[in-house]
């Protein structure tokens, strides 16, 4: 199999990290649920930080905390000869309804496989990396920490998301926030309304002009907005109005001339009103998931031994949106497999989902998660042939996005 292991000894160290897993269930459990009822927005994740780095420095292990500075970023690492691995770990919610995306699942999960794994690491010769990457939930954490060298000779990276279901991997889309500002004229709405330029009148014919736009995009993007200042009062014509705007594609490649698109419908509004539009995209934007196929299988396999059944996305079972961890999949070997902790047909960011997030079912995301992620790992670091792979079907699919 090559690094010396056969397929025997294999199944033995799988098994040893699925109890090392167990052996800290409780622990892991007890975390999920801090986090889930401490709720913390990007960047502002004290509280998870604080209690994940303390849990490492319990195992033994010395995790930098603030690292890559950001205050709520974390890492620790196990040094070894062979591939290095890392495991990420997020924990941030969502305003208002809290761990509705579940990543108080991610967390431990991610906190339970790096910790099964460092225990047999110096044995297999294999390095690991567990990396805290706040503020995914639009932040963009993970960007900032590649940029500042966190994924530095990471030879792949994994992660596991919460759903409603067990999937292979989520349909990912790149994204660009957009925020639009119209200034106008105020006037007295009543008395000399002909004096004034409506700033808000210039949003909402954009708004409708994308609306239109949205009949003739493709199926794999996503255009959606909301009005975030308005005017001030009825009998005032607006002077100023903005809004912020979510454009998504398929990939980067296609996510530009969708930009140009909205931006034309929105400078229709203000030329319309005879008012003036200025505009930002918010950087960093988020690329589309490039999901490593030889990793994905590792995983699918690695979950078949629990009595998981990850399937392809579907019509019907699938999961959109997009994620940081889509700029690590351009930078290393990457996957973001969904494991089922909802019902079918219960939708991430939703209260609904939340409270799954920590139930029973929730808790099983927490440990299964763990045990499949560690064991891929141990995949990675036993056979040579296996990283390889991934290489170079990482190479491939990079070189034909570009």
């Known amino acids: ?32 649920h801090a986090i889930h009822e401490n709720p913390e927005l990007n960047f502002e994740e004290h509280f998870a930080h604080e209690l994940l780095t303390g849990i490492l420095e319990d195992e033994g292990l010395s995790p930098v905390r603030k690292a890559y500075d950001l205050d709520t970023a974390f890492e620790a690492n196990i040094e070894g000869a062979g591939p290095t691995i890392a495991v990420l770990c997020e924990y941030d919610a969502l305003p208002d309804i809290g761990h509705a995306c579940g990543h108080n699942i991610i967390a431990t999960a ?38 500042r060298g966190a994924f530095e000779n990471i030879d792949a990276a994994l992660m596991v998301h919460p759903a409603s279901g067990d999937l292979v ?35 909402v014919l954009g708004y409708q002009n994308v609306a239109a736009l949205r009949q003739h995009i493709r199926p794999d993007e996503r255009i ?6 308005g005017g001030r009062k009825p009998n005032i014509v607006p002077e100023f109005s903005s809004m912020e705007w979510y454009v998504r594609s398929k990939n980067m490649r296609t996510l530009e001339p969708l930009k140009k698109r909205v931006l034309s419908c929105l400078e229709a509004g203000a030329m319309a009103s005879s008012c003036t539009m200025s505009h930002s995209w918010v950087d960093p934007y988020y690329a589309d998931m490039v999901d490593n196929e030889t990793i994905c299988t590792l995983y699918a396999s690695n979950a078949h031994r629990l009595g998981r059944d990850p399937i392809e996305p579907d019509s019907e079972n699938k999961v959109v949106g ?13 996957i973001h497999p969904m494991i089922g902790v909802a019902p079918y047909g219960v939708p991430i960011h939703t209260p609904d989902f939340a409270n799954h997030a920590r139930s029973e079912s929730g808790d099983s995301g927490v440990i299964d998660g763990a045990k ?11 056979n040579n042939g296996n990283m390889e792979t991934a290489q170079q079907e990482f190479a491939s699919a990079i070189s034909q996005q570009s």
């Open 110 to 147: 991610g906190l339970g496989a790096g910790l099964a794994a460092a225990t047999v690491a110096k044995k297999m010769g294999g390095s690991l990396r567990i990396l805290g990457t706040p503020a995914e939930e639009g932040g963009g954490g993970k960007v900032f920490m590649g940029d």
């Open 322 to 334: 997009s994620t940081d961890m889509g700029n690590v999949s351009y930078l290393v070997p990457s």
């Open 169 to 203: 991997r989520m349909n990912t889309i790149a994204i660009h926030r957009l925020q639009v500002e119209y200034e106008g004229q105020a006037a007295h709405a009543a008395a000399s309304p002909h004096r004034g330029k409506n700033a808000l009148d210039a949003a």
């Open 372 to 382: 499949i992620l560690a064991m891929t790992v141990v995949d990675l670091w036993a």
């Open 1 to 32: 199999m090559g690094n010396g292991f056969n397929q025997k000894e294999l199944n033995e160290i799988k098994e040893l990290v699925c109890d090392e897993v167990d052996a800290r269930s409780s622990m892991l459990i007890e975390a999920s």
């Open 224 to 229: 959606h907005g909301i009005f975030t200042d």
